[in-house]
């Protein structure tokens, strides 16, 4: 057992991740270790409080270190992600949440004026949209689908640990119909990233994330879109929202699509980078 100041152990870390990670991602990387294997807080660092290192420990930090330099993702290692303030369970069968989706949480929360509203998450992965939903508008029923048995498995998961109301169903949108209706919302996140993006993205997203989750052909980027449109005209309630979070490349094609199923109020958000991420319609 040795000691060192939290400072210099989260000096040591940064540099010994910075072959693999720019500034920022290798400081928030070394503060996510000192949290999750010494219980180190934000304010210990502060205080430069002093940390007791155990061989154990130790070894577990290097072998941390050597995943994360192997880009494995912070969240795969320690099995959790945060998510509109909520800790859910990840694994390689379900997207890893990202923090643009917790935009769309922000926007349909905000949009929202039914107590009681019947939402539909199509896509759901980890829960993270459903089980947010669910609990940020209490008196809402939540339903969710995947094609994906083990990303159902994890959502379930998640909602029975985050004790969010969620009914799940098996469903392959792309071949099946929304086995329910009278939704007054309906969202989806769905697989949005061409096949010819794949080379530009960093190895901790094409490594760790499930491709059923973000790929689709660049034959047909809007398939799910237009079937996932088309399909929510005869499921929503008249005056129901869709919402959809998506490719920045697509905005005005998915906006223009929308209106062809005639959708009303058809808008376009842009994400906090500036980019276009969301776009809304209203079933007239
Ligand atoms: C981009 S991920 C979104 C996951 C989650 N909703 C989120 O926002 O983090 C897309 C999800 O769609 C699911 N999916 C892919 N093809 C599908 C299909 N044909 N029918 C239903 N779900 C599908 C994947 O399994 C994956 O969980």
Not at 148 to 166: G, I, K, M, R
């Amino acid at each position: 057992m040795h000691s060192i100041f939290s400072k210099d152990l989260h000096l040591k870390i940064a540099d010994l991740l910075s072959p693999v990670y720019s500034k920022d991602e290798r400081e928030t990387l070394a503060f996510h270790l000192l949290e999750n294997i010494f219980g180190s807080s934000r304010t210990d660092l502060l205080l430069n409080s002093a940390i007791n290192i155990s061989e154990e420990k130790n070894d577990s930090l290097n072998l941390i270190i050597d995943r994360l330099l192997r880009n494995e993702p912070i969240q795969h290692i320690f099995g959790e992600a945060d998510f509109y303030g909520r800790k859910f369970k990840v694994n390689e069968h379900v997207l890893v949440p990202r923090q643009e989706t917790e935009e769309l949480i922000q926007l349909i929360v905000k949009k929202n004026t039914l107590t009681t509203p019947k939402i539909l998450d199509i896509g759901t992965g980890s829960g993270c949209i459903a089980c947010s939903l669910a609990l940020e508008i209490r008196n809402s029923e939540v339903h969710a689908l995947d094609i994906s048995d083990l990303a159902l498995d994890t959502a379930s998961q998640n909602s029975n640990a985050l004790e969010a109301n969620v009914t799940f169903l098996k469903c392959n949108i792309l071949n099946e119909e929304i086995p329910e209706s009278a939704f007054d919302i309906i969202v989806s996140n769905p697989p949005y990233v061409l096949d010819s993006e794949k080379k530009q993205m960093h190895q901790n997203v094409t490594d760790f994330d499930p491709h059923l989750a973000l790929f689709v052909s660049d034959e047909d980027p809007l398939i799910f879109y237009r079937v996932v449109a088309e399909k929510s005209k005869k499921a929503l309630n008249t005056n129901g929202k869709l919402y959809f979070e998506i490719n920045e490349k697509f905005g005005s094609e998915v906006k223009t699509m929308l209106h062809d199923f005639g959708y009303s109020d058809v808008y376009i958000y842009k994400d906090l980078n500036g980019k276009d991420r969301f776009v809304s319609g209203i079933c007239s």
